[in-house]
């Protein structure tokens, strides 16, 4: 990779004639941007180009190109393309577009550009990318005029966009490197985590991902790069109508949003939702090493209300307002106002301006807070006026005093205001004061302080056993959708327990059965056309004797008969009437990363409480105890209202079970168990459905 | 109010003779901010400050100041005061700190100066106060060096801290006016929002609240200037820990956080969470009058990165991507790309690039996305180098070239990005042209066409009929906390449907009952002393016949003795068992706005979901039924699953019952109806609890 992002020598194909304003031409913006290599220009007139001479064929040029740059019109990609291999070159960016972005003429091209690359043992970025940026080796392939960073931060992002390197201050913050993978037709994200993991330029990752492609590799690239560097995702495509647009931009499909989700935090990665997040958690994450250790933040301002607004920034993101240290209250105590009272959040500006020092003020406060063993990081929002009147608030002075007084360097966020913030804060962030940044309003502060202590506990997790393949224990059943006994089996072999039940075709071997298992009973229609049985009077509940039996039956053979008169039932299953707090177990087939294993509110609350964690399959008992606490309806599996609690071992079984039979069974697409009645003496399963093939829903 | 904010002549009680760096001289900022009124300067030396004469006493004056400006020392501050009222002034602000929000000889203090001006029949504002800020009139009583912007906007905010008019930029955007009523002593936010709402220049109403005052009349002035300017609020204090930090910064309590939710929405302010968000929504507002008529949002974007990201921002905000309009796809297609497709995002870059007609090509794109009538404003996402490469680039002109194509004014919202993307936001917002503002972040500007059909909304809605005196239909029992039949009684006065019920001491009363009632029924403890029943086993449930009702009376009697020995059991309550979606309904009765009527998911769910929507009474049959949309169990009102839908009418009917209740008996300080069983034939209250007094959960 490192021949994309400071290569020796680049050819650039498809360099326009024109220059100057409008042009887009991607020789001068190469020039502007600082790149002193050899640059070789093939355009097909010959002509010079900003006074440099070009080649009318790539066979002309007198030495092998390290890289290519192709921004030809799609279909003279190819010709280009091959050109530059039959040169030698190994290393080409496609910039052009039209290819799977677009239409399948442009999908026939892209595949006979991957095919040509792979066949000459060369790597190929793009098609349909600005390539990449590298502010270290002054290296831009990027076809608009972008300024570069005298002393550029270690921030490295892959993307599937190159907005990022044109707007870096709005998009993301002071980048280093990018790789823009644009339609991936080579080069994707695992190439370019593991670039940057071993980039010893790069401190942070980010990636801005619109779909993922090898998720098992993109994975484990993210397991490895995690636990040596943070890594920060923004995943776009999160509603319906983004995911839509995703699926027209890239050319492939998104996969579904919570799956991602799931991988990420499994992975080790911190998903951030927006740009506002992408930026703060960017900014925090290289300004603060070490990380935050703690959720405590100790918060001091120079206005009251601002103290208030960040306690409730502070909550937003689950971070706790550390105690007040009383040694901090001592040393900024005034004999002038004894009346007066520091807590956490600390006004101290009465104090302060009182003080007719406020870079010293500034430094004992800090001080003070990072001493105390309580408080992991803190945020200080501060006045910052442009006067010569206020030439006292050197914030810059203050900001470095205090992380001299800070030497286990505890993250410090700070907030400036004033007609002075905008240039101070530029000037704090420039400066890189160790363990400060500067942020523009208390929920990005506290968003960065969030986004640092995620990163710190996600390097931290223990290693993930590898998994092991599981072998069937079962044969899944025929038919696209199993439901009813068989599948009640199938399950069964994977240690699921199930109701005890009998499927019954007469009115005789029904209260037969129900006398057999127990009352109460309930008895249910089963047949393949009644997937969704309470909607149409296919259940009937609390059946507590013989004559209830009766009645039932004849009402769900008449039931059946009215809505399906054409369907075939297989019979009215009776079931023993199990109690316990509903839950939902089951799984949903990924295309990108495999089983996703669900554990969340079941029965009639699935759909209005949409209370489900998830997790990626091998989930194993301890990870499935976990899943458990992580439900907001975890506390009436505790016990709630006087109930027994219910046995979360078993819970914990069955979501497991559900994980192993995912596994074991590439065939099922999807199996939900709902409801699973959770009691004191174990889960049972009450109804299951068993989805074959590739279907996902 | 206008004397504050625009006085003829001025007296500053308690100015420094120190002007300069780190003086903080009020005075001397005066000046700098442009104020050219006459203004007196009272200092005990008598020397000369910054060239003015000064005056030793408030009566040397000659003549008499129409504001006074106090900023002394607490214990100082009385005697000021009074020389200043003695001398015929009748507006004072208080600036100095150490009253109501530090301790009880602060309090002593605030009440003796309310006292003061209240008897002089003078207005004062503060103490604990930064004053006032006019940029129209360019006075201010800041003691830090402010800047005056050249064309203030007609923004004005009423805030409880002076820190807004100091950092504008970070807090809120661009101030015209501000009234900072500090501890409220006596000017409070009542007479801040009258004031702006007769104000010419005043277009936008902001309030920043740390606790209200006066809450009837508080929403009667908001319900007012709703109707003719949007308003807009940030309450702060919404965490627990938020909620503590208020009470000591502005010494009075913090109202319950939902209550402020209920009372705005009814009232007619739109309430914003954050710093961003406030900045966001003051500058849409600012900016789009005609406001949002709906929520169709076009989206065209220079990368499609940004478009995603902007429709998944567009989700978040309840907001749609309106449908593509056709002409728009028709007038900017290019023959040389064929395969390129539009739709909504539509990203316009790569046709806009090789137009070679920047600005025209924008302001195309505007003119057909306004001109669709499914369209309801616009989102534009644009690229802007500072580079003379790209003088093409030109959005200034672009802006206005589309305004002018968009003569309905919908609101265009844009979003730069690249290395002139600041210089230019503030250019265009500064330019004020019509119908366009400018945001850092996708998700600001969503926020923004959020806030703005909002307001509209609100500013729309029908008059609300005048609260009608509610007469007490019953007497409340004695006790502060009434329970069991008592309750029951006292809540069916109101209409509230109760489950048929008997209160019995013996074991053969409780058959007999039971007998009468009809079987399945559920029996519980009534003592005062078993307020949580089912925690302790005293509730039997489903019991379906004489033996049943037997056995549940013996264990009943046998917790009741077990857990509470000493206390008094009422009686056994024998029950109907009520079948239905398990609600909750009742009324807390906050402090500032009086009873806050609460409709919820009832039972075992009420603390798991969380699911509760609250009105502030009156609420009427209308209010009640929509509240019950508002619900996320809706669904299962609804007659999900094969359930016949819930009786709407008569959970309408109960909610109203209990907001006629609320009003009509001031001594009850809560009610809940918990659960209550709504089925197919209406709806059934089975356990009844009422709080007496002003205490609240």
Redesign the interface.
């Known amino acids: 990779m490192k021949s994309f992002l400071e290569p020796e020598s680049v050819v650039l194909v498809g360099v326009s004639r024109r220059t100057?304003?409008?042009?887009?031409n991607n020789l001068?913006?190469l020039r502007?941007f600082g790149w002193e290599g050899r640059a070789y220009v093939v355009n097909p007139s010959g002509a010079e180009i900003l006074g440099e001479r070009t080649w009318r064929n790539v066979e002309d040029l007198p030495e092998t190109p390290e890289l290519a740059v192709i921004s030809v019109?799609r279909e003279a990609v190819p010709g280009a393309l091959a050109a530059c291999l039959q040169k030698g070159t190994r290393r080409a960016i496609v910039i052009s577009?039209?290819f799977a972005d677009?239409?399948e003429?442009?999908r026939a091209l892209q595949r006979e550009l991957a095919s040509m690359a792979n066949r000459a043992g060369a790597r190929l970025l793009g098609p349909n990318t600005m390539g990449v940026f590298n502010a270290f080796a002054a290296f831009s392939t990027a076809f608009?005029?972008?300024?570069r960073p005298a002393r550029p931060f270690g921030l490295s992002l892959a993307?599937?966009?190159?907005?990022f390197q044109?707007?870096p201050?709005?998009?993301i913050g002071p980048l280093g490197k990018v790789l823009d993978v644009g339609n991936m037709a080579d080069v994707d994200f695992v190439d370019a985590i593991a670039c940057f993991e071993a980039d010893v330029e790069t401190e942070v990752i980010a990636l801005?991902m619109?779909t993922a492609a090898r998720g098992p590799e993109l994975l484990r690239a993210i397991e490895r790069a995690s636990r040596r560097k943070p890594v920060v995702v923004?995943k776009?495509?999160?509603?319906?109508?983004?995911a839509?647009?995703?699926v027209?931009?890239t050319g492939s499909l998104a996969g579904e949003d919570a799956a991602f989700d799931a991988a990420f935090e499994r992975a080790g990665a911190v998903r951030v939702?927006?740009?506002?997040e992408l930026?703060s958690a960017c900014r925090g994450l290289l300004a603060w090493n070490p990380p935050l250790a703690g959720p405590r933040i100790g918060v001091f301002t120079?206005?009251?209300?601002?103290?208030?607004?960040a306690?409730?920034?502070?909550?937003?993101q689950e971070l706790?307002?550390a105690p007040f240290p009383e040694p901090l209250g001592r040393a900024l105590a005034s004999p002038?106002?004894d009346?007066?009272?520091l807590?956490n959040?600390a006004?101290v500006w009465?104090l302060m301006?009182g003080s007719?020092d406020?870079v010293g003020f500034f430094r004992r406060t800090v001080e003070h807070f990072a001493a105390d063993e309580q408080v992991d990081g803190m945020l200080g929002i501060m006045?910052c006026?442009?006067?010569?009147?206020?030439?006292?608030q050197d914030l810059l002075a203050a900001a470095r005093a205090a992380s001299e007084a800070n030497p286990a360097r505890k993250p410090v966020a700070l907030?400036?205001?004033?007609?002075g913030?905008?240039r101070l804060s530029k000037a704090i962030n420039e400066a890189r004061i160790p363990g400060t940044a500067c942020f523009?309003?208390?929920?990005?502060a506290l968003a960065a302080l969030r986004a640092s202590l995620l990163c710190r506990d996600r390097s931290r997790r223990p290693p993930e056993p590898a998994p092991s393949p599981a072998e069937p224990k079962a044969t899944l059943p025929p038919g696209s959708l199993v439901m009813g006994p068989r599948a009640e089996r199938f399950v069964e072999a994977y240690g699921v327990r199930v109701a005890p039940s009998a499927l019954c075709t007469t009115e005789a071997d029904a209260v037969e059965a129900a006398e057999r298992i127990g009352f109460p009973v309930v008895m249910k229609i089963v047949s393949d056309d009644w997937a969704h049985?309470?909607?149409?009077?296919?259940?009937e509940a609390d059946l507590?004797d013989a004559a209830a039996v009766r009645a039932a039956f004849g009402r769900l053979e008449a039931a059946f008969r009215r809505h399906t008169p054409e369907a075939r039932l297989d019979g009215i299953l009776v079931q023993r009437r199990e109690a316990g707090v509903e839950l939902l177990v089951g799984f949903r087939r990924d295309p990108q990363f495999g089983p996703v294993v669900v554990l969340g509110a079941g029965g009639?609350?699935t759909?209005?409480?949409r209370d489900a964690v998830r997790e990626i399959a091998p989930v194993g008992i301890e990870r499935a105890t976990a899943m458990i606490d992580r439900l907001?309806?975890a506390?009436?599996l505790g016990g709630?209202?006087?109930r027994p609690p219910a046995d979360r071992a078993t819970i914990a079984r069955t979501v497991a079970a559900v994980s192993t039979l995912a596994l074991a069974h590439p065939e099922v697409a999807e199996i939900d168990l709902n409801p699973v009645m959770a009691g004191p003496d174990g889960c049972t399963a009450v109804d299951v459905r068993i989805v074959r093939g590739e279907r996902s829903a």
């Open positions: 100057g304003p409008g042009a887009y001068e913006m502007r019109g577009q039209g677009a239409d003429r442009g608009l005029d972008l300024p993307a599937q966009s190159g907005v044109v707007g201050a709005q998009f801005y619109e923004l776009s495509g999160r509603s319906a109508a983004g839509r647009a995703a027209s931009h939702r927006s740009i506002p930026r120079a206005t009251g209300a601002a103290g208030i607004l306690a409730d920034a502070c909550a937003d706790t307002l002038k106002m009346w007066y009272r807590q959040p006004d009465p301006m007719g406020f006045v006026m442009d006067s010569p009147l206020h030439a006292d907030w400036l205001y004033g007609s913030a905008e523009p309003d208390p929920d990005a049985k309470s909607d149409r009077g296919g259940v507590r009639i609350h759909e209005t409480l907001r309806i506390p009436l709630a209202r006087g």
